[in-house]
């Protein structure tokens, strides 16, 4: 999975949720059609140091997850 700045090319990967994508609406869907596979971060920007904006990528897919808990 990947949310990217803006549409088109040379535009990077962003942390989920800052971007253009709709990584919630995503989430929705694969939940609704009970998803139960991996998901996986691609983000290759800032390649040497992009540990912290993959770690907010698969923060927001948690607090995504508990928000949805009833």
Not at 24 to 44: D, M, P, T, W
Not at 45 to 50: D, E, G, L
């Amino acid at each position: 999975m990947k949310d990217r700045a803006a549409l088109g090319p040379n535009n990077h990967d962003v942390v989920f949720g800052t971007g253009v994508a709709d990584i919630g609406g995503v989430l929705a869907e694969l939940r609704r059609q009970n998803f139960s596979g991996n998901i996986a971060v691609e983000y290759e920007f800032n390649w040497h140091h992009s540990v912290p904006d993959i770690a907010q990528c698969i923060g927001f897919i948690r607090g995504w997850a508990a928000g949805q808990k009833k």
